[in-house]
């Protein structure tokens, strides 16, 4: 306990605080508090997360479950301890029996109650696949049934399967029937595989403890009833009634009224003493030693005949593949025939095909070569023509061009000349000599002509034309 002082509460962090009177308090995160004689606790956090649960147990107050994700302070005022816990997975082959005190309303519920007292409690069935998180006033059944010895899985252990998850689906177990008698006085042991299913679950809440157990002592009863009233060898030659569920009426019943269906036994074998089983072993190998011998005779002889039949048949089809490959062989040069035949009279056809093109393409030449020279005579008459007429045109435009050049000359001439006279009519009006003034213009020669004749015997005769004379 501390005088005087102070202390630090952290966040996410609880204390409690006891002082010297005996007075508590809780005091959360973050703080920082003033101690005067006390003393300060941490409490321990609990943490549930997901698929967990906190299971607490209180002072004063019921057992709380608390389903996760949750979290809570252990305060030894109020809680006595707290647990953290799985949650019950219940997988969807699998149901989950509780019990509880009161009615509360659940689903599926199956209630066996007996006088109406107050503590009456009630039971209920929980079907997967869920979650379960139990309830305060909650608690689970737990079965414990006859289990598989580990060393040996035909051996069943009271108490040895021990369990809370009760599977619906159909099942299976391992069992042999020992000291069983026949008729004779022969002891055997019978060896079985029975094949089961969970019907009704509260059937067999309320008619047994172990269903394990049950179905063993009614395997027990039925295989001993039965092979009482067979001797050794009868049995043996009836094992295969030991896998039909009418030899098994006890069983049968006595699983349909525990709430379960027995859906087949199958008869794994035997085992007897060990001198008989030599005995039987002995017996049995000389039986299949003498079947073998006549199964092997008979096969020896089947496989002769097999022998003829197949060389008869292998002689048959060498005969009829002879055949085919000669009719094959004469219908390859069939074919052959028929295909060179096929081929000359194509090769005949494709050259007469030719010849009669290279005569049609001879006859179209020579026409189209008569047609060419035709119309090349054509072109050049018109050819002809047209430079005859461009001749005709060109000779006629030059004559008239010269005869035009000529009236002009003689145009321009006699303009000339009646200019030349108005000039004199003014001129001889004036008074003036004409031929003066003629002379005295033409004083230089147009023109000068000289002749030259060494004998003088030839005659000259000059003509010159005025028009030209002029120009």
């Keep these: 306990m501390t005088l005087f002082g102070f202390k630090t509460i952290h966040a996410g962090e609880q204390a409690l605080i006891r002082n010297h009177l005996g007075e508590a308090k809780v005091v959360?995160?973050?703080?920082?508090?003033?101690?005067?004689?006390?003393?300060?606790?941490?409490?321990?956090?609990?943490?549930?997360?997901?698929?967990?649960?906190?299971?607490?147990?209180?002072?004063?107050?019921?057992?709380?479950?608390?389903?996760?994700?949750?979290?809570l302070y252990l305060n030894p005022i109020d809680h006595?301890?707290?647990?953290?816990?799985?949650?019950?997975?219940?997988?969807?082959n699998e149901a989950l029996v509780v019990y509880s005190a009161g009615n509360q309303g659940e689903e599926r519920i199956y209630a066996k109650l007996g006088d109406e007292k107050e503590n009456s409690f009630e039971r209920k069935v929980l079907y997967g696949p869920i979650r379960y998180v139990p309830k305060p006033s909650e608690w689970i059944h737990e079965f414990c049934w006859h289990g598989e010895d580990p060393t040996n899985?035909?051996?069943?252990?009271?108490?040895?399967?021990?369990?809370?998850?009760?599977?619906?689906?159909?099942?299976?177990?391992?069992?042999?029937?020992?000291?069983?008698?026949?008729?004779?006085?022969?002891q055997i042991t019978v060896k079985l595989m029975v094949f089961f299913e969970l019907i009704d679950i509260v059937k067999m809440l309320d008619n047994t403890h172990d269903p394990i157990a049950d179905f063993i002592n009614a395997v027990c009863s039925d295989t001993i009833q039965y092979c009482s009233s067979l001797s050794y060898e009868e049995f043996v030659e009836k094992t295969s009634q030991m896998n039909e569920l009418t030899t098994f009426k006890q069983l049968s019943s006595r699983a349909l009224n525990i709430g379960y269906r027995i859906n087949k036994v199958v008869f794994r074998g035997f085992h007897s003493s060990d001198a008989l089983q030599n005995m039987h072993d002995k017996a049995i190998h000389e039986r299949t030693r003498l079947r073998l011998e006549a199964d092997t005779e008979d096969h020896r002889q089947r496989t002769l005949d097999l022998q003829l039949v197949k060389e008869e048949e292998r002689s048959a089809k060498q005969r009829e593949l002879e055949r085919e490959k000669e009719d094959h062989k004469r219908s390859l040069e069939r074919e052959e025939h028929t295909e060179k035949l096929r081929l000359d009279a194509a090769v005949e056809e494709h050259k007469q095909k030719q010849l009669d093109m290279q005569l049609m393409k001879e006859a179209e030449r020579s026409a189209r070569q008569r047609e060419l020279e035709r119309e090349q005579d054509e072109h050049r008459r018109q050819m002809e023509r047209e430079a005859h007429k461009d001749k005709m045109v060109e000779e006629r435009e030059m004559t008239e061009a010269t005869i035009n050049e000529r009236r002009m000359?003689?145009?321009?001439?006699?303009?000339?000349?009646?200019?030349?006279k108005e000039r004199l009519d003014g001129l001889k009006g004036l008074d003036v000599d004409v031929t003066q003034v003629l002379i005295a213009e033409c004083r230089n020669p147009d023109k000068t002509l000289r002749l030259e004749n060494a004998d003088g015997a030839t005659a000259l005769h000059v003509h010159e034309e005025f028009g030209r004379s002029r120009e």
């Design 28 to 71: 959360n995160g973050p703080a920082r508090v003033t101690l005067w004689r006390s003393k300060v606790e941490k409490l321990r956090l609990y943490y549930a997360g997901e698929g967990q649960f906190l299971e607490v147990n209180q002072r004063n107050g019921p057992r709380l479950c608390l389903t996760g994700p949750t979290q």
């Design 153 to 186: 899985k035909t051996k069943k252990i009271k108490g040895a399967l021990q369990f809370k998850l009760l599977r619906v689906i159909a099942d299976q177990f391992y069992y042999n029937v020992p000291e069983v008698r026949t008729k004779d006085d022969t």
């Design 80 to 92: 006595e301890s707290i647990h953290i816990k799985d949650s019950i997975l219940v997988s969807a």
């Design 409 to 420: 000359a003689i145009d321009l001439g006699k303009e000339k000349v009646k200019i030349e």
